[in-house]
T-cell receptor
Framework: NAGVTQTPKFQVLKTGQSMTLQCAQDMNHEYMSWYRQDPGMGLRLIHY???????DQGEVPNGYNVSRSTTEDFPLRLLSAAPSQTSVYFCASRSRSDTQYFGPGTRLTVL | GQQVMQIPQYQHVQEGEDFTTYCNSSTTLSNIQWYKQRPGGHPVFLIQ?????EVKKQKRLTFQFGEAKKNSSLHITATQTTDVGTYFCAGGDNQGGKLIFGQGTELSVKP
């Protein structure tokens, strides 16, 4: 099992550009989540999904879109990148009441 | 909305000293999970507590879940340099979808 995979590992964007952060898991987990991590702020929940076709907002959803068309994939879209979105992004997956597994992260810089 | 506060933000100890981090939620939790993140890495699951008043041990680590299921603590006895990292608590809501993280406690251990 590859676990949770994220691409790319690093990305530099200019303000206003759009991009999609990819996340995939091969553990057949129902729940998937996106977090951003900033110094001193811990991990803040952006969006999450409890199954294919179902998504919901977390603590800091503005500026981000998600979709969950399959169990395996949960991409995160930035429609118009802003410097405030410079962060490390982690995707995670879990079964309903089980261990949450994190991907290796994507380090995003918006200039 | 649900908020999870964690203190202290930083803790510097001499090797062999004990360490404790505390977690408080603004709402009653269905469960609480603890994670450890090494510098440059991703969070790694340590344990989950579900029952009111539950206490679990993993070698030198002791985890507690409060009677009201709104607070938790992680205690490390006789710290070692391998304990260095940031420890996060994460509270699950009663709908089971969201997992909200505290800000984390960064532990440094001086040999």
């Amino acid at each position: 099992n590859a676990g949770v995979t994220q691409t790319p590992k690093f990305q530099v964007l200019k303000t206003g550009q759009s991009m999609t952060l990819q996340c995939a898991q091969d553990m057949n987990h129902e729940y998937m989540s996106w977090y951003r991590q900033d110094p001193g702020m811990g991990l803040r929940l952006i969006h999450y999904s409890v199954g294919a076709g179902i998504t919901d907002q977390g603590e800091v959803p503005n500026g981000y879109n998600v979709s969950r068309s399959t169990t395996e994939d949960f991409p995160l879209r930035l429609l118009s990148a802003a410097p405030s979105q410079t962060s490390v992004y982690f995707c995670a997956s879990r079964s309903r009441s089980d261990t949450q597994y994190f991907g290796p992260g994507t380090r995003l810089t918006v200039l | 909305g649900q908020q999870v506060m964690q203190i202290p933000q930083y803790q510097h100890v001499q090797e062999g000293e004990d360490f404790t981090t505390y977690c408080n939620s603004s709402t009653t939790l269905s469960n609480i999970q603890w994670y450890k993140q090494r510098p440059g890495g991703h969070p790694v699951f340590l344990i989950q507590l579900v029952k009111s008043g539950e206490v679990k041990k993993q070698k030198r680590l002791t985890f507690q879940f409060g009677e009201a299921k709104k607070n938790s603590s992680l205690h490390i006895t006789a710290t070692q340099t391998t304990d260095v990292g940031t420890y996060f608590c994460a509270g699950g809501d009663n709908q089971g979808g969201k997992l909200i993280f505290g800000q984390g406690t960064e532990l440094s251990v001086k040999p």
